[in-house]
């Protein structure tokens, strides 16, 4: 009997050094020390055995068993390696190979434009002025000399933030244009002269459509001084636009009408792709629209905190996204706010 345990011991150990993986090992355990396994059958079959035999061979066969459990135990240990050193062989990481390159953004076309602007009027001595988007009726409206009872309202559709009609000059909004830094510009400045542009996003609740957006920048204009003329207007605006669209633009000057400035004027050039001729694009007239101007109202000065008997100014206000349609032949002005990356790589 004693013969018998031996060779169960060596046949299992004989077995469990060719085990090399989980399966086989599972496999194994079944074999050799589950309930059906030759070991525990021997176990189970001790009261058959004579009285003076049954200590000897329980001793033995409880021997076995302790053997085996030890070596299985050793065994699940090595496979367990063993997969971890396969693993690590096969998945190697080569860690002298270079990277992934990370891809370097860059400007937003916008960004770019507005930089170039800012650089362009830099040079004519204008500082940048920033406002709020976030606006009062009072400053968007009422401080420009546009009452709440004056039609001119109609001529910017507005994303009112309250009620107009409860909050009256208290209501707040989303500026319609840049034009209210104008007044905080001229509050913050007085009583120097001012030379700034004001750029930023307006907000207009329109229908959205490959023409006109919700939002869009501007670049306002403001010169307070001195004796300034309507000439100085029109030769910044000359000066710019050549800057801006080439040395060889020709500019008009048209009267226009707004409530803060007086008098006003639309600023044309002529039409960038056919150069005057009349084409699609500027709609057979030969001129593009570049920006609303004029002489700043003298209800608009004093607002600001200067006398208009001895100061006098003017303002412009610039539309940005437009004249990059044009310059890049975009045909959908929903582009610049689409995030589509195809489109932003090109700039
Ligand atoms: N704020 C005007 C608009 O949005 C443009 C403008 C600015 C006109 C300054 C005159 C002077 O239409």
């Not at 010169?223 to 080439?246: E, F, Q, S």
Request: charged share 20%; hydrophobic share 40%; with cysteine.
């Amino acid at each position: 009997m004693d013969n018998h345990l031996d060779a169960i011991q060596t046949e299992a150990l004989a077995v469990l050094a060719s085990v090399h993986d989980q399966a086989a090992l599972r496999e194994w355990h079944a074999a050799h020390l589950a309930k059906k396994s030759p070991l525990m059958l021997a176990l189970g079959d001790l009261g058959k055995l004579p009285k003076e035999q049954r200590a000897e061979i329980g001793r033995r066969g409880n021997e076995v068993k302790r053997t085996l459990e030890a070596a299985y135990g050793e065994k699940e240990q090595a496979v367990q390696a063993e997969a971890l050193a396969r693993s690590l062989g096969e998945n190697a990481v080569d860690v002298t190979l270079p990277g992934r390159q990370p891809r370097p953004g860059h400007l937003h076309i916008s960004t770019q434009t507005l930089r170039h602007i800012y650089q362009v009027f830099g040079e004519m001595g204008f500082q940048v002025y920033e406002a709020p988007d976030v606006e009062t009726d009072e400053f968007n409206f009422g401080l420009l000399n546009i009452p709440p009872y004056h039609p001119a309202r109609d001529m910017w559709d507005t994303f009112w933030l309250d009620n107009p009609q409860g909050g009256g000059s208290r209501g707040t909004l989303l500026r319609t244009h840049t034009s209210p830094g104008q007044i905080r510009a001229m509050r913050e400045m007085v009583p120097n002269p001012v030379r700034v542009i004001l750029p930023g996003k307006v907000y207009r609740y329109e229908q959205i459509t490959a023409r006109s957006e919700h939002q869009f920048y501007q670049i306002e204009g403001l010169a307070v001084g001195h004796g300034i003329t309507l000439a100085d207007l029109k030769g910044t605006m000359l000066n710019a636009i050549h800057r801006l669209y080439g040395a060889d633009r020709t500019v008009r000057f048209r009267g226009s009408y707004f409530p803060f400035t007086e008098p006003s004027v639309e600023v044309d050039m002529d039409c960038v792709l056919c150069n005057g001729v009349g084409c699609r694009v500027c709609k057979y007239t030969g001129w593009l629209e570049v920006s609303g101007a004029g002489m700043v109202h003298p209800v608009v000065l004093r607002n600001g905190g200067y006398s208009p008997d001895e100061w006098s100014g003017f303002a412009f206000g610039m539309g940005m996204e437009r004249s990059l349609l044009l310059k890049y032949s975009i045909d959908d002005i929903r582009m610049f706010y689409g995030n589509d990356l195809r489109f932003l790589r090109q700039f």
